[in-house]
């Protein structure tokens, strides 16, 4: 199972080629899509980079970069961006965390008006999905208010359907997860969920709400939400107040809106379906580059072909 999920959330990792001159697609190549937030050592973001500043690596091996992008909303020729939102419904998030949580979701919907479209994941027991475009942002925020608490919590269940619904979506692919990371009812456990979200090509912030956890399960809880977040090249953030979520939506506004969305062409074309890592490099090119980070997903997963058989 774990291996046919991986090779379909693949399949969108690598994507027709796009010029880093002109956004031009062919069929005949595919590009590997690396998104990055490049930071200075205050913890802002850097904004004026060129491709000449930086490199990729594959498997330590310098790639050529063949597109190149700048931001979420720059201009016409950025990739579209789609947003997802994954809320949870279950009876862990009850009282403060349930109120802070949808509070929460709606500020951060109201503050994103350049997403392509809205998908809203919602869960407890029960997992259930919807896409909305802009137009039906009241009727997506009017669904989170008037959501109701379950009981149990699905809570990896719901991340894999949310990434199989990303499936199709060309672009760039946001979640916020808004959860207390616990799961009590999933079929799909925790460690199959991380090979799914390595797989994928979508970047992950969650907000994690502990005021009903017992003190006993916290750092589990917390370390779980981190892991999935910081392998996507994403951010976990635990408010326990909603003044709080001003200055968090304002840090992830200001990461999508300067984020680089890079593309290349494998020097490796082998079709085996391995974990292959990448690491983005910013070269020292001005001095006020030698003390930057940079944070991006760690790798992706070729795709995979059987031997013998032709490639389409």
């Known amino acids: 199972m774990l291996r046919i999920w991986v090779n379909v959330l693949t399949f969108l990792l690598v994507s027709p080629v796009v010029s880093a001159q002109s956004p031009l697609f062919t069929s005949s190549i595919n590009l590997v899509h690396v998104g990055v937030t490049v930071v200075d050592e205050d913890g802002e973001p850097v904004v004026d980079l060129s491709p000449e500043d930086l490199e990729i690596y594959e498997d330590g091996e310098l790639q050529e970069i063949q597109y190149f992008s700048r931001g979420m909303n720059v201009d016409n020729e950025s990739l579209p961006m789609h947003l997802g939102v994954l809320l949870d419904a279950s009876a862990s998030m009850g009282g403060n965390d349930e109120r802070l949580a949808k509070t929460a979701a709606i500020r951060f919907l109201n503050t994103i008006t350049y997403a392509e479209d809205m998908t809203l994941v919602d869960f407890d027991e029960t997992v259930r999905v919807g896409r909305y475009s802009q137009n039906d942002v009241p009727r997506l925020i009017e669904r989170i208010r008037n959501r ?165």
């Open 148 to 312: 109701r608490r379950g009981v149990m919590t699905a809570f990896y269940d719901a991340l894999g359907v949310y990434l199989d619904g990303a499936f199709d979506q060309d672009g760039r692919k946001v979640l916020l997860m808004y959860s207390d990371g616990y799961d009590t009812r999933s079929r799909m456990p925790f460690s199959e969920t991380i090979e799914l979200l390595r797989a994928s090509d979508v970047t992950v912030y969650a907000i994690g709400f502990q005021g009903n956890i017992p003190s006993s399960d916290r750092l589990r809880e917390r370390m779980k939400l981190e892991q999935l977040a910081e392998i996507t090249g994403g951010r976990v953030f635990f408010p326990t107040e909603v003044d709080a979520l001003d200055g968090i939506y304002e840090d992830i506004g200001r990461e999508l809106e300067t984020r680089y969305a890079l593309g290349y062409i494998s020097t490796n074309s082998n079709l085996d379906g391995t974990w292959r890592s990448v690491e983005v490099k910013v070269k020292p090119t001005r001095s006020e580059l030698r003390d930057v980070d940079t944070r991006t997903r760690p790798g992706y997963y070729a795709l995979y072909q059987e031997p013998g058989s032709r490639q389409r």
